[in-house]
């Protein structure tokens, strides 16, 4: 059964066309994040979705009852806002009842709700404070508990983790994970952080500029982004994408860097549906499919040479920032295998990896 | 946020639905039907009887601009209407230099600040019927400074400006500013707070001074705080009636007059409603004046605003 | 203590730097004693001249310390009970009793409407919301000399014609404008979301306002409350206009002192009326002064 | 049960007594008193009586005088006592410079409190005595005593500037020189006469007068003049009889203190400039308010309140019969009542101008605002004003 | 020559002691990066450096000048701030001659000078906006070319990225490294981002508390972090810690985990310094420093069994929230090897990294 179902939904405001023909829909339970850079519109289809905006035109229906006119409170969704949002002037407790005295729970109820999920968040003994006397990430988690206390058909986030510093997003990540896969609700999560979104949902959707640019699974958007957008959004540091040329040879097809020294970098058997020789095309390698060559490793027959600008350790792994013809290139390697600034060294490709662009759709080409 | 506006393919909302999205206009309704015969009717009201023949009482019967022709031939209007716009001048300019020191002054983390505040402010909770009066006596040579200062033994002493038709004008400004300057600081103060801490660090390590740094970068950037305080001044300066009475009666002479002033007079001691009228229509064209450069000026604001966000 | 040259270099009164910071420190206190003494001096006037015999005033002006012999408070019982104003000679305490009748419930009033008017304005948006709102605002202009006449005229239809209700309904009326101004731009800045959180609870218009705004207004209520009071305290054309004898509130009482009247002027007994009618207000300013000025940028400056 | 609400102003001081004296009588004579004193400025009274017009309840009774009489029962609105004065035959009684006052269109409308007379000089007798000058009769005279005061030292005349007062001075200056004119200019606001040399000469006498004051005339109240000419400080003060009361309840007395005569007048003879405080009665429904009226007008026309009521005022009756030998009336009053008759008899009898007893508001306004110009600005000049004074009525016509 | 010299430096408020004894310093045209959690007193540090605050006693030099009494104008810094503190109504041109001016440099001067730094930063076309105007990346910019233009002895960066998004963040920070690559100033740069400072500092100081932890190279201190708190504050994920004791055997020293099944984890002899058999320890394992065993990879004697709580995917590599005796474990894998979640797995640990502590003085043992 499909618990959340979006069809060929518009909003405009005004003259401004803001989402343009969405089309969406959730399973009962899953977990969908909705990606894309500032202004796109995500907070406003989540918006359509809780009732808050009306819609333009396109249907919203939960659990296949048309909800386009209803009242947010008739539509038993749940929702946690990037400010929080939480009541300034009311306890953590009153916070999480507020919505149960609107709809009249009785008080013995209440209690009992409040003591449930206050335990599954551990925030018992915040219970009688005042949200400014809480720190973000406690912010976050009573936030979270307003919507817990609801049992509603559909959790609604909008970037509920941006304002917390990189440690304990990465906490309250792991935090929202394990809550969905305890509590199993339908979740729509909105977030510009491509890594909150590959490790929280079961399909993500990518928008850009008000218009669904692919809805899958993290693996397939990630390995098999639809085209360039979607690939560059996905990832960090983001994707190299290089200009080259399709060559046909003995071997099979490959490509050859714009500018390079002409060494063919073989594709995969896989990967050469739809291509034809002397094709431009816009050729994209992530950072971390690069690797040094070693002469231990064995032979890759696609390596490139490249001249190492800058390198920036992190820790567990070492940016290389390099160019090839006149192209950025930046890897990620281990920084064990970290060269100096200023070496040439050669790179080699997991060809199996890469992905090709059309130069004019942008568009992904090959299966 | 966004009332539902039902749209023609998903109207099935229910009736109970779309008279609670209706609940903010009905509890508007009351306030702006007040508001509209308080401002909007009054105000036409005003525009019709100006253009009456009316006299002692108010008479519908439409007569043309002449009240007006009398009004800008008389030599009272003319002096209190230069008066509004000097005055007006003056007072706003002169309240917001004055908070403008006091506040830079209690910015410099002095101790006390409390106790300084409530004494710059307390003369916003005085009538101007009191103010007026007690700066008359101040002023006046007969019973104030100068009085005083003779009695000193400084006979010398002149300090008549009350008295002088080419200075009371600024006697009613500084009374005025007495008034009012203290909530211009109040609310400059609260604009220097929320300044934010590094710009003047930043400053600072530029190696501005002090007063550069107050100059050119804090005060500047409040500005919008100025616009504030100028409206509010500027509502009083226009409304100026009762501190000007109790002050200088509008003398010596006609001097210190202003058209809050012509308009009483004209409306109820002379029994020349019409006129009354047009001199107050003239006071709303004072007041467009400054209200729509300044609504032209928050629409371009909001404007840039969205398309920031945008 | 200081045994080696660095520290005294670290002793903070050494330095130049501190050097001069102590100097400006005087040229501050000095500068805002001045000005104290110019904002404070007319209040000690008046003050000073409610303990003068009258003869003392004439002979030696305002501007002079009372004489230890004749000084008494005795002016201050005149003005309060025995001297006469318009007729009758209880002096201002019965004009008191007006003056509240009628600034609590106009200030009530019209901040309680301002506070809905505001909350709607900021958070609900529909048609023509600016126009109303910049309608409502222009309120604050318009002289009152202007609105007399109307006003009577309103008043007399509706009955309320010289009495206190016909005052706390102008009051409030006019008093509209203001707090609806300052109540909007306050609530502009809660965040919308606020709002949106609530409707997702499932409170509705209502609910929100008591449980969401209200409970965050009481700094714009103090400001609108404190604006509203002084104003209305201290307005006396329309309590001279509109009311009548025992009904006036108590500034048209002390207008006629200040008024031309004939015969001697009072200003022992003037100046303590003045005060006296000045205490409310000041009280307010004294004790709320604080929040004032904090709510009212939050409120004035969007 | 008779019942009345009279609005007025004399909200302080010896007026409110006289007022509270009425109101006394009003309710010995079984009515129920209620008064609303207006304070401060005379606009505010209109003020208040034109909002209760217009709300729709007239006032019962207000004090109101002049023109102004004439033009509220023009609207319609006052209510008529021809019964009552007819009954109580107050045509034989009042002053007959009153009576097209009080019966604008032949009719009664108001009831005359009393006679003020606005031409009084009151002289210093320190310092005429002193100076061995008499009291000046003609303007030269008074020109030449003011001469030999300042070159001793002295101010010549207090004054404390306002329109009104400026006025009231300007209005003996006129009249003294030239009645005539006076009645020209000043009653028929004649554009000619305004215009005319003589009122050009008139406000030279006035610069010239202006020379003869101090520098503190601006914002000092006519008290505090009146102090300064009883004790010496200054010679002259012209103003009206009011100030009789003043002086004399600050404890200053005729003849010891200060000399009462009329101002200068070129034309020899007794001259009167004559105001009047009056009470108009407004339509009333209520048949206890109409009753009210009728029993307050008695009351006011009654002999015992003209006298009880002038006494305290400083002015004369209204009622022509009233023995001014007894009952506490000062010298300055019965001289004034004498001056009256002979006023009367030799046709030199005016109303002022200053006090809004000839001409419309809108031409008296008009007209004040001139002079008060004149008076605070040195540079302009007779002649100009004279323009002026002629051009602003014009602009109002 | 040392650029900056700190010594003994301590700083209050009132009772509260906001620094404790730190001594720095920098040489000529190094980056000292500041980290440490937020009020730590890196801020205050730098404020003292700059002479925004003064000190309560120590000594701060530049360029072996003492400048304790010196006003900030006075010291030769130049500061940028994490709001950016851009002067809101001048333009950016004005932002940037403000300080010029000040100095009264002639105005011909200014403009070259203000050429010469939009030329570098490549915000010409930016001169004559305001800073709202602006976008976050583009006022960094001119924040920095505000600071640039004095050309001082002494940078001084107030977390300078945190304001800007993941991904903006990255690119700017290239751009710092690549700037002070070209402009060779020393710098001292705060912040609380580790992998910042990993990447540009040449040395960083951990600062915990007001007291500076350590202060070395970024491989050293990832590598041999003095103490639990700098090991567990520099990485992410953080390192995992696991209360282990020290057994010999006939191998050398090896660990074994508490309530594990006794598997012996054998360190390598250059870590086994200092250690004595049957101690308590901390066992520190950085995630990356786990791989699933895999039987074409050869064997690793050092193996630990997991169960696979939850699984990351976070695009390059895929996080894996274990638990082993009770105790949790992250790991760090290719996303090709991740298991799937409920699985138990063999994690094979490279111990040449792994790090031991002292339970009570949290100080590292071993060299
Ligand atoms: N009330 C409104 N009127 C006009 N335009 C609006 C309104 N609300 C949002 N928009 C516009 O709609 C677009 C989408 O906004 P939205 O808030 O959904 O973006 P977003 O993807 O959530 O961005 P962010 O990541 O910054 O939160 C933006 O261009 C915004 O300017
Ligand atoms: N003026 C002050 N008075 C009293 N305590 C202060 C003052 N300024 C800072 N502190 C305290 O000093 C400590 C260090 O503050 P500081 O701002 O240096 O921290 P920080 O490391 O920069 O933190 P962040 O990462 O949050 O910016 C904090 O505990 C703070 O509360
Ligand atoms: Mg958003
Ligand atoms: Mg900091």
């Given at each position: ?367 | ?10 109207s099935q909302a229910s009736l109970g639905q779309r008279l609670a999205n209706l609940t903010p206009q009905m509890v508007l309704a009351p306030t702006i039907f007040l508001a509209f015969a308080y401002v909007v009717g009054f105000s036409i009201w005003t525009i019709w009887i ?34 509004l716009f000097v005055f007006g001048a003056l007072y706003v300019v002169g309240s917001l230099a004055a908070g403008t020191v006091l506040a830079v002054l209690i910015d410099q983390r002095v101790k006390f600040e409390a106790v300084w505040r409530t004494i710059y402010l307390y ?188 | ?302 | ?397």
């Amino acid at each position: 059964m499909s618990s959340l179902t979006i069809k060929d939904l518009r909003k405009s405001y005004g003259e401004v066309e803001v989402l343009t023909d969405i089309n969406l829909e959730a399973d009962s339970g899953e977990f969908i994040a909705l990606v894309g850079p500032s202004g796109c519109g995500k907070s406003t289809l989540l918006s359509i979705i809780a009732g808050l905006e009306s819609v333009t035109s396109g249907e919203v229906k939960i659990e296949d009852r048309l909800v386009n006119n209803d009242a947010p409170k008739d539509r038993d969704i749940a929702m946690v806002f990037q400010s929080y949002a939480l009541y300034p002037t009311m306890t953590v407790r009153e916070n999480m009842t507020f919505g149960m005295e609107c709809r009249n729970i009785p008080k013995a109820e209440q209690k009992d709700t409040v003591a449930r999920v206050a335990d599954l968040l551990q925030i018992g003994p915040l219970l009688d404070r005042k949200p400014s006397q809480l720190s973000g990430g406690q912010r976050q988690r009573v936030a979270m508990g307003r919507a817990l206390v609801r049992d509603p058909k559909l959790f609604l986030f909008d970037e509920p983790l941006s304002n917390l510093d990189a440690k304990l997003r990465i906490e309250m990540r792991s935090e929202i994970k394990k809550l969905h896969n305890r509590v199993g609700k339908t979740t729509v999560y909105v977030t510009h952080d491509q890594v909150e979104a590959m490790t929280l949902a079961s399909r993500i959707a990518v928008m850009f500029k008000g218009v669904l640019q692919q809805y899958d699974t993290p693996k397939e958007i990630y390995e098999r982004p639809r085209n360039k957008f979607v690939a560059g959004f996905m990832g960090s540091p983001t994707m190299n994408f290089l200009n080259a040329k399709v060559v046909q040879s003995d071997a099979g097809f490959g490509v050859t860097i714009d500018g390079g020294d002409g060494t063919i970098l073989p594709l995969p058997a896989d990967h050469t549906a739809n291509l034809a020789a002397g094709q431009s095309v816009i050729f994209g390698v992530r950072p971390e499919h690069f690797n040094p060559v070693h002469a231990h490793r064995g032979d890759t027959s696609a390596r490139m040479k490249v001249l190492v600008d800058m390198v920036e350790p992190t820790g567990a792994e070492t940016i290389l920032m390099t160019t090839v013809a006149g192209q950025d290139v930046v890897a990620s390697v281990e920084p064990d295998d970290a060269p100096k600034e200023g070496e040439t060294i050669e790179l080699a490709i997991n060809m199996s990896k890469v992905c090709l662009f059309d130069p004019s759709t942008e568009l992904r080409l090959s299966a | 946020m966004q009332a539902h506006t039902p749209n023609s393919q998903t109207s099935q909302a229910s009736l109970g639905q779309r008279l609670a999205n209706l609940t903010p206009q009905m509890v508007l309704a009351p306030t702006i039907f007040l508001a509209f015969a308080y401002v909007v009717g009054f105000s036409i009201w005003t525009i019709w009887i100006s253009l009456s023949t009316s006299t002692l009482l108010p008479d519908p019967t439409y007569q043309g601009f002449e009240e007006y022709a009398k009004l800008w031939g008389s030599k009272r209007w003319t002096v209190a209407y230069q008066n509004l716009f000097v005055f007006g001048a003056l007072y706003v300019v002169g309240s917001l230099a004055a908070g403008t020191v006091l506040a830079v002054l209690i910015d410099q983390r002095v101790k006390f600040e409390a106790v300084w505040r409530t004494i710059y402010l307390y003369p916003l909770a005085i009538s101007f019927i009191v103010t007026g009066t007690v700066w008359r006596w101040i002023f006046h040579p007969n019973t104030g400074v100068e009085r005083a200062l003779h009695d000193m033994g400084w006979l010398a002493a002149k300090f008549d400006w009350i008295t002088d038709r080419d200075l009371a004008l600024y006697v009613v400004v500084i009374t005025g500013m007495w008034h009012a300057s203290g909530f211009a600081m109040a609310l400059i103060l609260a604009g220097l707070r929320s300044v934010d801490g590094d710009l003047v660090k930043a400053a600072q390590i530029d190696g501005a001074s002090m007063p550069r740094i107050y100059r050119k970068v804090v005060l500047p950037t409040i500005w919008p705080i100025f616009i504030a305080v100028t409206v509010v001044l500027l509502q009083f300066a226009i409304k100026t009636y009762d501190l000007v009475v109790a002050l200088t009666q509008g003398g010596p002479g006609v001097a210190t007059t202003v058209p809050a002033i012509v308009v009483y007079d004209l409306m109820f001691q002379r029994g020349q409603i019409a006129q009354g009228a047009a001199a107050a229509v003239m006071i709303l064209v004072a007041l467009a004046f400054v209200l729509v450069p300044y609504a032209l000026w928050s629409a371009w604001q909001s404007r840039k605003e969205g398309a920031r966000h945008g | 203590m200081a045994d080696t040259s660095t520290h005294e270099q670290f002793d903070p009164l050494a330095t130049g730097g501190m050097r001069r910071r102590i100097t400006s420190k005087g040229i501050v206190y000095g500068a805002l004693s001045v000005f104290a003494l110019i904002y404070i001096a007319p209040l000690l006037i008046i003050l000073l001249n409610t303990l003068r015999p009258l003869e003392d005033i004439v002979r030696t002006g305002f501007i002079a310390l009372p004489d230890a012999e004749t000084m008494t408070l005795r002016y201050w019982g005149e003005a309060w009970g025995s001297f006469c104003i318009g007729g009758t000679c209880e002096g201002v305490s019965r004009f008191y009793k007006n003056s509240l009748l009628m600034t609590i419930p106009a200030t009530i009033l019209s901040t309680m409407i301002g506070l809905l008017n505001g909350y709607i304005l900021s958070k609900w948006r529909f048609r023509y919301d600016g126009l109303i709102f910049g309608l409502i605002t222009l309120g604050v202009f318009m002289p009152q000399q202007m609105t007399l006449l109307p006003w009577a005229f309103v008043l007399g239809k509706l009955g309320l014609s010289n009495t206190i209700a016909g005052l706390v309904f102008v009051h409030t009326v006019q008093g509209i404008s203001f707090t609806t101004l300052f109540c909007r731009n306050y609530f502009v800045s809660i965040p919308d979301d606020l709002i949106k959180a609530a409707r997702i609870d499932g409170a509705g218009f209502w609910r929100i306002f008591r449980r969401i705004i209200l409970p965050l207004s009481p700094p714009i209520v103090i400001v609108t409350v404190i604006w509203q009071f002084t104003g209305i305290w201290n307005e006396f054309l329309f309590g001279t206009v509109f009311t009548s004898g025992g009904n006036q509130p108590i500034t048209s009482a002390i207008v006629a002192f200040s008024g031309s009247g004939t015969g001697e002027r009072h200003y022992n007994i003037e100046a303590a009326a003045v005060i006296m009618a000045a205490l409310p207000p000041l009280f307010i300013y004294i004790a709320g002064g604080k929040y004032f000025v904090r709510g009212l940028t939050q409120g004035a400056v969007k | 049960e008779p019942k009345t609400n009279m609005m007025h102003q004399w909200a302080q001081g010896s007026e409110a007594a006289a007022i509270a004296k009425l109101g006394e009588m009003f309710e010995a004579a079984g009515g129920t008193w209620e008064q609303t004193a207006i304070s401060g400025h005379t606009s505010n009274t209109l003020a208040k009586l034109r909002s209760d017009v217009v709300a729709g309840n007239a006032p019962a009774a207000v004090q109101l005088k002049g023109p102004e009489i004439a033009e509220w029962n023009a609207t319609g609105a006052t209510a008529n006592l021809d019964a009552t004065a007819a009954e109580q035959g107050w045509d034989d009684v009042v002053a007959p410079e009153l009576l097209t006052v009080m019966k604008p269109t032949g009719n009664w409308v108001a009831a005359p409190m009393n006679i003020h007379r606005v031409n009084w000089l009151y002289s210093s007798r320190e310092i005429l005595d002193d100076l061995g000058i008499d009291v000046p009769k003609t303007w030269a005279e008074f020109n030449a005593a003011c001469d030999q005061i300042v070159a001793a030292g002295k101010t010549c005349i207090a004054h404390g500037a306002a329109d009104w007062s400026d006025t009231t001075t300007f209005d003996s200056v006129v009249y003294g020189m030239d009645q005539d004119l006076y009645r020209k200019a000043f009653q028929e606001a004649d554009l000619e006469a305004l215009r005319s040399q003589g009122m050009i000469d008139a406000f030279a006498q006035l610069r010239k007068m202006i020379g003869y004051m101090d520098d503190g005339i601006n914002g000092r109240s006519w008290e505090e003049s009146m102090t300064m000419t009883m004790t010496g400080e200054a010679a002259f003060f012209l103003m009206g009889d009011w100030t009789v009361a003043s002086a004399n309840l600050a404890g200053f007395s005729e003849d010891t203190d200060y000399y009462c005569t009329q101002t200068p007048v070129d034309w020899g003879g007794n001259g009167f400039i004559l105001n009047s405080d009056s009470v108009v009665f407004f339509k009333q429904n209520d048949p206890d308010y109409v009753e009210g009226q009728k029993l307050l007008a008695e009351i006011i026309m009654s002999p015992e309140f003209q006298a009880t009521f002038n006494v305290a005022k400083g002015s004369i009756p209204a009622r022509t019969d009233v023995d001014l030998s007894v009952g506490g009336f000062t010298k300055c009053q019965q001289q004034g009542l004498e001056d009256l008759k002979a006023s009367v008899s030799e046709g030199s009898l005016v109303r002022s101008m200053a006090h809004n007893m000839t001409v419309l508001q809108k031409y008296r306004g008009a007209m004040m605002e001139v002079i008060t110009e004149f008076v605070a600005d040195d540079s302009i000049s007779p002649e100009e004003a004279a323009n002026q004074l002629a051009d602003a009525v014009e602009l109002q016509m």
